[in-house]
């Protein structure tokens, strides 16, 4: 079906690598802020080992929880992740939760929190109850009702100061009350008023409340609601995506679609982004992934369909993580450059805690090592094979140059750690390569929680370093035979004399 003559249809041209490159660096140049609902997401993982006596249910063994920012925080959490800074104004309520989301939105770099306290209203939680890599339940408190007007006055007040800050507004709407009634109108006045640009993650079917958004991003059915119109061809969904732009006066309209990745009506131009997920594992905060990056990227100075584009990429990488996940740098440059191999396994600490979640989601067991590996020899390698023997997925924690020099001496490393961790990745039997600037692997013990740890036969159980740590949550340590005549301090030893 052909569109109005004044439509442009013309593909997103070929952008050179150095140039997304470039854009992917942009977003950490990005201030942003940002209003909406927050809530706290709780994840609470265990085992079923038994069916209750008390009725025909699952019996979960609490093994551990994750609490997060969720709603507009997971927003929050997506634009520090890719380095952006953020203002962040919602409202909590005078309760447990409240004060641990405060905390947590406090807690991330680079925010600035402004978190008003409604007293009497409960804190929007949802918790996750997860056992063998499969959800069991999910559980919801809330109360979705318009804020207090008086609150709502301060918080526009707030954004209204704050916008003058920062480079474009995000609305994050998760129909909880923070944006009800005129608020989102006051606001999208206020940040047109600073000449800012407004980003909107919609809610509900009264669109209205946005008019004049720069750029709204509702999903496929959230289209069908605001509408009323029918979107199962593609046809169709323009012509919701054109009625829906004219009869609130949008500048633009992103709408994602799943596995059909993300079309774009940017003015009288259209663009459309298949759908970058290999292997999807969990869409929970997928669109706030988008809305983040998409923000991201036109305070960083990019065109919008760069932005969109870069935020689809985003979204394919969260889909595929396990839980409300995060696009660093790091994966968007990795999802461009697939090329690096084997330097995928080379992770940050939060992103090795990300990936050995997925390996638990299917039921591997996660293994755990540790060492300087500065000239890697037989022995290393011998290690290596026995713990990767002990489990399914093995994660080698690398003392940084800094921590090797405060062990071994000014003279040592003789690699740096960028080579260390190249040659340790190029191995098949290690799956992933964290650093630890620490002089010892502990804290990344207690992060990764591995379900194997390994050491050296040169340890006795007691002396493996985070060994009681793995034993009290009934994790194992063993220690693999070593060969004899192999010493990283003996071979330079032998090349300096």
């Not at 609470?44 to 019996?59: D, H, K, L």
């Not at 960083?300 to 870069?310: E, F, K, M, T, V």
């Not at 020899?377 to 080698?396: F, I, K, T």
């Not at 009681?468 to 004399?497: F, M």
Request: with cysteine; proline share 4%.
């Amino acid at each position: 079906m052909e569109g109005p003559a004044s439509e442009d249809h013309r593909p997103l041209p070929d952008i050179p690598l150095a140039d997304l490159v470039a854009a992917v660096r942009a977003l950490r140049r990005a201030s942003v802020l940002v209003v909406g609902d927050a809530m706290l997401d709780r994840y609470v993982y265990g085992a079923v080992r038994r069916i209750s006596p008390e009725a025909p249910v699952p019996v979960l063994a609490v093994e551990r929880e994750v609490a997060m920012p969720g709603g507009a925080g997971n927003v929050v959490r997506n634009l520090t992740a890719m380095g952006a800074a953020v203002a962040f104004v919602s409202v909590v309520g005078d309760d447990q939760a409240g004060s641990d989301l405060t905390g947590l939105i406090g807690g991330q770099p680079g925010v600035e929190p402004w978190l008003l306290v409604q007293g009497g209203r409960h804190t929007t939680t949802k918790t996750r109850f997860i056992a063998n890599g499969q959800h069991l339940l999910r559980a919801d408190q809330e109360v979705v009702q318009a804020i207090h007007p008086r609150l709502a006055d301060r918080m526009v007040k707030i954004a209204g100061d704050a916008v003058a800050a920062t480079t474009i507004l995000v609305l994050s709407d998760y129909g909880k009350g923070v944006l009800d009634g005129a608020t989102a109108k006051r606001l999208i006045d206020a940040a047109h008023s600073a000449g800012r640009r407004v980003v909107v993650d919609p809610k509900g079917r009264d669109y209205a409340r946005y008019a004049g958004a720069d750029i709204v991003t509702p999903n496929r059915a959230e289209l069908a609601e605001a509408t009323g119109m029918p979107v199962d061809t593609e046809e169709a969904i323009l012509a919701a995506m054109r009625a829906l732009q004219a009869a609130h006066g949008f500048g633009a309209v992103l709408v994602t679609r799943s596995e059909d990745g993300m079309t774009l009506l940017d003015g009288a131009r259209v663009h459309h982004f298949p759908a970058e997920a290999e292997e999807v594992h969990d869409v929970s905060g997928a669109g706030d992934t988008v809305v983040a990056t998409l923000a991201a990227g036109l305070a960083g100075g990019l065109s919008l369909p760069i932005a969109a584009r870069l935020s689809n990429i985003a979204a394919g990488i969260v889909v595929g993580k396990v839980g409300t996940a995060v696009a660093r740098e790091e994966d968007l440059l990795e999802a461009l450059t697939p090329e690096r191999g084997a330097l995928r396994k080379v992770m940050s600490r939060t992103a090795a805690l990300e990936q050995v979640e997925r390996w638990r989601r299917r039921g591997w067991r996660v293994g755990f090592t540790n060492g300087c590996f500065d000239l890697l020899h037989p022995g290393h390698v011998h290690l290596l094979e026995q713990a990767r023997s002990w489990c399914d997925r093995l994660v080698v924690g690398l003392n940084t140059d800094a921590s090797v020099k405060r062990l071994k001496g000014a003279a040592r490393p003789i690699q740096h750690e960028a080579a260390r961790a190249a040659v340790l990745a190029s191995l098949a039997t290690v799956d992933c390569v964290a650093l630890f600037d620490e002089d010892t692997p502990v804290e990344l013990i207690r992060a990764l929680r591995p379900d194997v740890l390994v050491k050296g036969a040169d340890y006795t159980v007691e002396q493996v370093v985070g060994g009681d740590i793995v034993q009290e949550y009934g994790g194992q340590v063993r220690l693999a035979q070593l060969l004899p005549g192999n010493s990283t301090t003996a071979t330079v030893a032998r090349i300096r004399g």
